[in-house]
């Protein structure tokens, strides 16, 4: 029987890291994973995540020692955390998948955002950082060494215009309006007066306008500028999951049966997508703990101008469950193990 491999989550004690845990402790090819608290840390699994307290190992305090001894480390840490702790793992040889957004963007200006010190050996590192959507980079993640696992909106808002993009399909000069709403859990665990209950509950509300950090994944990936797209999130009353809804107009008449066509033929291939059949749309509670991203769409009568929805869990195809799918990629198993 073929070697289970080990891997390791740091960040374990966090949303995004419990997430991943639970779902590494359930894959076929791993035995249970090391789950890292930082140095210091006093958290105990059952504290922690009581659902699966009795299945899970408990925390060891993280040192490159015991990172060393894993076949993969994932980073479920802030980006400041992963930034700093990327080349030390790539130094010693540890594969990484990191779910920061640290290590994503290409572009000096689109990096800007997340205020991270350059220093030496940082740029050549990027460069060899693959960008973790699997629909998109599955050739070049199976032989990366490096993984930027993408940002939850950024993924539901790539997946539901990549089709279109990659047919040139796309007229930009109407702008492209990306109206993103997620639920609290992406914002990770720690309360602030913006998550706190009386503020989010039976409420709706804009932030980061013009200023979310992941604008910049989405313009790299869909090879667009600035100018071309308004990206504006809101926070959702509701733990978890995203629906964007995406405005966007073609730059030549069609019909609903091509436009879903293309979005067929463009995901032929891809587990995770499911392509809605036109006017029908998704909802967020139908893509709640799986890893499927769901893309409906509706073109208007003038044959033009169209409506997508892309729903997927911020914690799961949004970040732990993409994780896992690029670790399959990286190890040449089946894209889906561990997550149908
Ligand atoms: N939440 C989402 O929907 C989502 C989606 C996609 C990507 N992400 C990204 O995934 C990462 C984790 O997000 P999250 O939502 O899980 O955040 P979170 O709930 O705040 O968890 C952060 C984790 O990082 C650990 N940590 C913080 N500073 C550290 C340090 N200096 N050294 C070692 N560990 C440290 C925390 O440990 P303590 O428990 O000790 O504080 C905790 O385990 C972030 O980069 C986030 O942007 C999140």
């Not at 587990?271 to 799986?290: E, Y």
Request: hydrophobic letters at 40%; proline letters at 6%.
């Amino acid at each position: 029987m073929e070697k289970k491999l080990q891997t390791a989550v740091l960040g374990a004690t966090g949303y995004a890291g419990a997430e991943l845990a639970r779902i590494l402790l359930k894959h076929p090819r791993l035995t249970p994973p090391v789950l890292f608290a930082r140095e210091g840390s006093d958290a105990s699994i059952g504290s922690v995540a009581p659902n699966n307290g009795s299945a899970l190992p408990d925390y060891e305090a993280f040192s490159w020692d015991a990172a060393q001894r894993a076949d993969l480390l994932f980073l479920a840490t802030p980006h400041e955390t992963s930034w700093d702790l990327v080349p030390q793992a790539r130094k010693r040889g540890i594969r990484v998948i990191d779910l920061s957004g640290a290590w994503r963007l290409m572009q000096e200006n689109n990096r800007a955002i997340y205020n991270l010190p350059e220093q030496n050996g940082h740029a050549a590192l990027l460069q060899q950082s693959v960008y973790g959507l699997p629909e998109l980079h599955a050739s070049a993640i199976a032989s990366a060494d490096l993984v930027a696992n993408p940002g939850c909106y950024a993924t539901s808002v790539i997946l539901a215009l990549a089709p279109l993009a990659t047919a040139g399909l796309l007229d930009t000069s109407y702008g492209i309006v990306c109206d993103c709403k997620s639920g609290v859990s992406g914002a990770g665990k720690a309360p602030t007066q913006k998550t706190h209950f009386v503020e989010v509950a039976d409420n709706l509300s804009a932030y980061s306008v013009f200023a979310h950090r992941h604008t910049g994944e989405i313009l790299e990936q869909l090879g667009l500028q600035s100018k071309d797209i308004i990206f504006t999130p809101h926070l959702l009353p509701i733990p978890r999951g995203i629906l964007s809804t995406i405005y966007v107009r073609l730059n030549s008449d069609s019909t609903a049966e091509r436009v879903e066509q293309t979005f067929r033929t463009f995901y032929s291939t891809s587990r995770f997508v499911r392509i809605f059949p036109s006017p029908q749309l998704p909802q967020i509670q139908h893509s709640l703990r799986t890893n499927h991203c769901d893309i409906g769409m509706v073109l208007a009568p003038d044959r033009r101008r169209m409506v997508i929805v892309s729903c997927l869990d911020n914690l799961v195809k949004g970040a732990a469950g993409q994780a896992v799918q690029n670790m399959n990629l990286m190890f040449g198993w089946p894209e889906w193990e561990g997550l149908d």
